[in-house]
C-alpha cells in the first residue's frame, strides 16, 4: 500500500499540462486583426507544458511556428509541438478521423493521457476537424478535458473558457483501435526522435501505411527506375532535383523521398515558387522581422526555418527569381541565412529537394537561372518519364483510381473496355493528373456502375473520332451561315483553356501543349483571348 501510494504521488508530480488543438486560419492572429486568435487566447489564460498542434498543411506548419515565435516574444511558457499531419481532403471525416487518431494515439504513447492532464480545444480547424477532435474526446479512448473558447464580442469583451467534457455523455463508442468507425489501423509513431532513438537500434522502422507514395505505379521501365532512384536518395541527406512535365506526379516522389528518409518524423514543406506572389519570394521563404517593411505588422517564420530538421521542396525552382535564388544558394552552402529585417543569422538544418518542368540548362544560358545554384540542387537528379510514355502503367492507374473512388464513395464503379480503350489511346498532355481526373470527372457523372465513353471528358472522347468523324464534330452550316473568324477564334480558345486547365494555369507548360511559345501564348492572352480571360477568370502573369 505504500508502495502504491508512492507510485501515485510520482505521477501526481510528473503529471504534466497538455494541449492538444488543430491549428487555423486565424492562428495566432486573424488577418488583418490585433486580436489573438483561438489557440493564443486560451494559452493566455491558461498554463499548458506542452501544446501540441495539428498542421495540415505546410501553411499551418508556419501558423505553428508563428504562434511558437509569439509566445517567446511575450515570455509565455510552453513547448510547441508542431505536428505534420497532411491531410488532403480538409472535409473528409473519414480521412480527418483516420490521421488524427493514429496521431493522437502516439502522444499518447509518449505522454499518456491517464497519467496527464490532456485538454482537447475545439476552436481552430475546419468544422470536420472540431467534430472529429470533439467525437475522440468523448469516445473514453482517452481521458481528456474538452474546451471551448468564447471570444470577446461573445462575452461581455472578455475572452473565456467553457468545459464543455461533461457538457454531453460520453458516446458508447469503445476504445479499441479497431472498432473506430473500422478503419483505424495500427498507430506508427510520428515522434521517432523524441521516443528513442530508433536509428540508432539498427532497425528500420515501419513507415506510414497512408504515406502517399504508396500509390506510385511504377511498371514502366521508366517510372521503374524513378522509383528506386528515390528510393536510394531517401538514404542521404544530399540535394535531388527531380524533373519531369506538368503532372507526373514529382510531388509524390518528393513525398516519397522524405517518407523514406531518416528525416521522416520533421516537417516537409512543399513551396511553390511560381505561386509566390512577386516581390514577396524573400520573405516567404526566409521570413522577416515585425516592421522589415510596409505591411510586415508581424514577424513571419519562412518557409526553410519552418523545415527545420525535415525537407523543404521547392517546386517548379525555375520561377524563382534571381536574387532569391543568390540567397538561397548562400543558405544551402552555410547553412545559415539573415531573415528579412534582421541582423541575426538564423540556423537551418533542411534535405531541399527541387523539382522543375523547365529546361534549366537552357535557362542557364538565357542568364535566367544560376548555374552554381544548379550545381548545387543537381546533386541527385531523377527524371519522371510524361505518361505518353509509360503504357504499362495506364491500366494500372486506371485501376488504382476506380478502386480508390468506390472506397471513398461506396460505389461499384468500373470501365467499359470502349472507355478504357481511349483512355489507354489518349496522349495524356496533362499526364497523371489529367488521367486520375478524368476518371474521377466520368465516375461522377456516369449514372450506373459503368462508364461510358460518353462520359469521358471531350478532350479524351473526340480524341478517338478519326477524320470520317468530322463533319459529325462541328455539326451542321446554319442556313443563314456563320462568324467564321469569331468561330474559329471559340475554337482556338478551346484548345489554349484545355491546355491552360491541363497545365495548372502555367503558359509556359500549356504553350508546350499547344506547340508554340510561352511568349506567343502570352501575347494572345493579353490581345486576341482578352475577352475570354476575363469572362472565365484567368489571371495574367
Known sequence: MWYDSCIWIIMYVMSRSILITFIGMKDPYPADDATPGPILSLIKTRTFNEIFLFCSSAAFLERAYDLEHELKEEHIDGKVNPIDLPIADVISYEEIWQKLIRALDDIDTLMPSRLNDWHFLLDSGTPQMKACLFLAGKTGRYKTRILQGIPPYHAQGIYRVRDITDATPSLPIQPAAQSISGFVREPQTLFEGAAGQIESSGIHPCLREDAEYTSIISRSPGMHEAVLRAERAARYNEPVLILGETGTGKTVLARMIHELSPRRAAPFIELNCSAIPEGLAESTIFGHERGAFTGADRA???????????????????????????????????????????????????????????????????????RDLYQRLNVISISIPPLRERPEDINALIDKTLTDWNM??????????????????????????????????????????????????????????????FEETIGNLPEGGINLPARLLQIEWGYVSRALRSANGNREAAARMLGITGHSLRKALRER???????EGWDEE
Open 300 to 370: 513571419k517564420t519562412g518557409a526553410l526555418r519552418t523545415a527545420h530538421r525535415g525537407t523543404i521542396f521547392l517546386d517548379e525552382i525555375g520561377d524563382l527569381p534571381l536574387p532569391v535564388q543568390a540567397k538561397l544558394l548562400k543558405a544551402l552552402e552555410e547553412k545559415t541565412f539573415l531573415p528579412v529585417g534582421s541582423d541575426k543569422p538564423v540556423s537551418v538544418d533542411v534535405r531541399v529537394i527541387a523539382a522543375t518542368n523547365k529546361d534549366l540548362k537552357r535557362f542557364i544560358t538565357e542568364g535566367a537561372f544560376r
Open 529 to 535: 483571348f482578352a475577352s475570354f480571360v476575363q469572362q
Open 408 to 469: 471513398e464513395y461506396g460505389e461499384q464503379k468500373c470501365l467499359a473496355e470502349p472507355a478504357r480503350a481511349l483512355l489507354r489511346t489518349y496522349p495524356w498532355p496533362g499526364n497523371v493528373r489529367e488521367l486520375l481526373n478524368a476518371i474521377r470527372s466520368a465516375a461522377a457523372i456516369c449514372m450506373h456502375n459503368e462508364i461510358q465513353p460518353e462520359h469521358l471528358p471531350d478532350d479524351i472522347r473526340l480524341s478517338g473520332r478519326g477524320s470520317a468523324s
